[in-house]
């Protein structure tokens, strides 16, 4: 003869507070305790220090690896057509296999002949390295933005004439 039902259940019940007294629970912390005060998230990961622009541009100009890894692709040049009307710029974009390695610490590398000089504009998260060759009129701007605390290769301006 069987059991009646409620027995049945009764001991159906019994197997699952033991089966659930054994398995692990997470407990949620109390969210209106504390004086009602707003819970705080912290960040888990270290915020890293922004890189030295020094350092970055020392490797830029002396790794092509890391130099066409930190350019921002497709880069963005701009020529100037006419110095008197600035509307007549050029805007072209180089992707990645067409970029080539510039060295500009050493541009007489880059320039036939010349006396040339280098000059390094600093504005928060952005570096303009201009390059300007005597009596040619070379002067050409290569623009520098920090993003997430590493320095990028983001474009170059050319009003050469």
């Not at 033991?18 to 819970?39: A, E, F, I, R, Y």
């Not at 040619?136 to 320095?151: A, C, D, M, P, R």
Request: net charge negative.
């Amino acid at each position: 003869m069987m059991p009646p039902f409620h027995v049945i259940a009764i001991g159906f019940m019994f197997l699952l507070t033991l089966v659930s007294c054994t398995s692990s629970t997470t407990t949620l912390p109390d969210l209106k305790s504390h004086d009602n005060q707003t819970p705080v998230i912290q960040n888990q990961q270290a915020t890293q220090p922004n890189e030295n622009f020094d350092d970055f541009f020392k490797k830029f100009n002396t790794d092509t690896l890391f130099q066409k890894n930190r350019t921002q692709f497709p880069l963005k040049g701009t020529f100037q057509l006419d110095p008197v009307d600035d509307k007549s710029d050029s805007t072209f974009y180089i992707n990645r296999k067409d970029f080539f390695f510039i060295k500009l610490t050493e541009p007489n590398n880059n320039i036939v002949d010349g006396i040339t000089s280098v000059q390094i504009t600093d504005r928060d998260n952005k570096r303009t390295v201009v390059l300007r060759m005597e009596d040619s009129g070379v002067h050409i701007e290569y623009t520098f933005l920090l993003k997430n605390g590493e320095w990028w290769f983001v474009g170059f301006y050319d009003t050469s004439t």
